[in-house]
């Protein structure tokens, strides 16, 4: 299908903030290293059928060969799935009915795009008081779904794990880079007011 780029959080806990698909890096030296990794390893597992969902760190030397860190004979899970329909228009947990079904499957991509999902985090720990910018978000038009996770009073903490995000959005765009700037100018357009 393609390689799912995330953006991380700050260590030390590296929660993951961001998703951009198809990524560009599929095209570049390292992005073949990793779909050669993702083939072997699919190999030598003998999964020679079906969907997966592999997780790779790309290490920083580029001549280094990418590490894997999970092989799961499942589609990819959270907002990944509506982030490759909303890009190629394919829908993956349908797909993934249909092949248990041993029906055909159409792979051919009915968009090309690229969408991206960015989630929302707490700056610091507290209490919700407000949320400024995000009606205005989610009626951007490359705004294609948009989520709050958190109310007024609510209690929220600095992400250490996933839980911990208050919300995403996915925007799309024909143009790559024009995704990641617009996608992280939308991010700095929601404040979240928080009292401690």
């Not at 024909?174 to 996608?183: N, T």
Request: aromatic content about 8%; proline content about 6%; glycine content about 6%.
């Amino acid at each position: 299908m393609g390689i799912t780029e995330r953006v991380l959080s700050a260590p030390p806990f590296f929660v993951e903030v961001g998703f951009l698909f198809p990524s560009p890096l599929e095209f570049t030296q390292q992005g073949k290293a990793a779909i050669d990794v993702v083939k072997r390893a699919l190999c030598a597992l003998e999964i020679t059928n079906g969907i997966t969902h592999t997780e790779l760190v790309l290490p920083a030397n580029r001549n280094e060969i990418p590490k894997i860190i999970e092989v799961n004979a499942r589609p990819a899970g959270g907002i990944i799935p509506s982030l490759i329909n909303h890009a190629i228009g394919l829908d993956i947990h349908r797909l993934y009915i249909d092949l248990q079904l041993r029906k055909s499957l159409l792979l051919t991509p009915t968009k090309k795009l690229f969408a991206s999902a960015y989630h929302f985090t707490a700056i610091k720990n507290g209490h919700v008081l407000d949320v400024q910018g995000y009606d205005e978000l989610s009626k951007h038009p490359q705004v294609r779904e948009a989520k709050l996770s958190v109310k007024s009073g609510d209690k929220v903490i600095k992400p250490k794990s996933n839980w911990d995000r208050l919300g995403q959005f996915i925007t799309v765009s024909e143009d790559y880079k024009q995704l990641v700037a617009v996608s992280e100018d939308l991010l700095k357009s929601v404040l979240f007011k928080i009292e401690n």
